[in-house]
């Protein structure tokens, strides 16, 4: 609206300055004409200067004129509930509009309250959701109890469960010839250390890489290494009896493990330096309560 009225006063001002100019070409003319006329009659002579101070009264005049106008318009133009943008003060002619009507606005109460309620009820969901995050850590961590109590158990089961006598049989760890006899009475010849000793256990020709399977159920006690045997583990089969596997590598079985008759437990390493002449084997031992029992009475 108000460039509307912008507009509208440029063109006013326009048209007044050219019926300014309009006029005064036709003032000038008619004095022009009329001196010239009196001029003929009084010997041809003109008084310019007269001509130009009426001329100069009539366009102060006109201007004059012109000034009013102008400000007449300016005061038209001006919108009292116009505000600029960039002000403080600006207000919303739409709220202004519906105040008038008589409209009312929503009670500050009443909102503080909505508020309130909305922030209550955000409360309420992060509580929530906080409890469900520590009822789910709390579930995770009962069933990981409970998974563990489970193994534990499994494992207790399966300990009592094991059974193994004297004249049970036990399955070959690895096909081969025996190369060193369990001797407990008397000393056995050991070609790597060129001398005689005791040997707790047989010792079976193999060949590297080959695997070792498990000669009976049992639940691993075990695993590690020494210097005589290399990496071994050891197995508990049930009532007081255990065996121990030697010269291993690429284990596949870890403390705690349960395994069945025939599971592969390893694979045949390089001999340790006192089993050189040897050459590959498996170190086969068998125990009663800690005391050795010859394996060979067991194996079929």
């Known amino acids: 609206m108000r460039r509307n009225r912008s507009t509208m006063r440029k063109e006013r001002i326009i048209m007044l300055v ?13 004095f022009y004409v009329k001196e010239k006329n009196e001029a003929e009659k009084d010997g041809y002579v003109v008084d310019m200067s007269a001509l130009e101070q009426k001329t100069e009264d ?59 309620i909305a922030s ?33 158990t499994a494992s207790t089961d399966v300990a009592k469960a094991l059974s193994f006598h004297e004249k049970d049989n036990l399955a070959w760890p690895v096909a081969g010839n025996v190369l060193i006899n369990y001797s407990m009475d008397k000393t056995v010849y050991f070609p790597t250390l060129q001398q005689y000793k005791y040997n707790p256990a047989i010792v079976i020709a193999a060949s590297e890489g080959e695997n070792i399977t498990a000669s009976a159920d049992g639940k691993v006690l075990s695993v590690f290494e020494d210097a005589e045997i290399g990496h071994a583990v050891t197995i508990d089969i049930g009532s007081g009896y255990e065996l121990t596997y ?28 006192y089993y050189s002449v040897e050459g590959p084997n498996v170190y086969f031992k068998l125990t009663k309560d800690g005391a050795p029992v010859n394996p060979l009475s067991c194996l079929e």
Do not use: C, H
């Open 120 to 152: 209550e009820g955000m409360e309420d969901a992060e509580l929530t959701n906080g409890l469900n995050v520590e009822s789910t850590d709390e579930e995770g961590a009962q069933s990981a109890v409970m998974e563990e109590e489970a193994a534990k």
């Open 246 to 273: 030697g010269q291993l590598k690429d284990i596949m079985v870890l403390q705690g493990d349960v395994v069945s008759s025939g599971d592969v437990i390893g694979a045949v390493a390089e001999p340790t330096k």
């Open 18 to 30: 050219s019926s300014v100019f309009v006029l005064t070409a036709l003032t000038m003319t008619g």
């Open 58 to 116: 009539k366009t102060k005049e006109i201007a004059k004129a012109m000034e009013e106008d102008a400000s007449q318009s300016d005061d038209l133009d001006y919108d009292p509930n116009f505000q600029e943008a960039s002000s403080g003060d600006v207000t919303n002619a739409w709220d202004s509009t519906r105040e008038e009507e008589g409209t009312e606005t929503e009670n500050p109460e009443t909102e503080t309250a909505n508020k309130d």
